[in-house]
């Protein structure tokens, strides 16, 4: 079982920047892949960024590539979204997810999420 808590959302001006963090419980975070999602009102949840178990492999949506970075620190079971040139539209709740990766598969995983916290609410006003 993992737990997921997010932390670092907020009300930014476009243009700037926000730091999102997630905590996950437990002695295996480094076997799993982390991603992040959002969900704007109105909309489904989309797909933002993901990152292998080693921190080696990552992916991103068109939407943020370029503005946004993912990245893990193993050691204190966190991952971060470094969200910069923020516009309107990335506006919505992000959510922390993991996903197991078995066996040595060090894939960025963007779907088939196992586990998922609770969000943080990210505002960019105009």
């Known amino acids: 079982q993992v737990q997921l808590v997010e932390s670092g959302g907020g009300l930014v001006q476009a243009g700037g920047s926000l730091r999102l963090s997630c905590a996950a419980s437990?002695?295996?975070?480094?076997?799993?892949?982390m991603g992040w999602f959002r969900q704007a009102p109105g909309k489904e949840r989309e797909f933002v960024a993901a990152i292998s178990w080693s921190g080696g492999n990552t992916y991103y949506a068109d939407s943020v590539k370029g503005r946004f970075t993912i990245s893990r620190d193993n050691a204190k079971n966190t991952v971060y979204l470094q969200m910069n040139s923020l516009k309107p539209e990335d506006t919505a709740v992000y959510y922390c997810?993991?996903?197991?990766?078995?066996?040595?598969?060090?894939?960025?995983?963007?779907?088939?999420?196992?586990?998922w916290g609770k969000g943080t609410l990210v505002t960019v006003s105009s």
């Open positions: 997810a993991a996903r197991w990766s078995p066996g040595n598969s060090d894939y960025p995983y963007q779907d088939g999420m196992h586990y």
């Open positions: 437990g002695r295996t975070f480094s076997t799993y892949a």
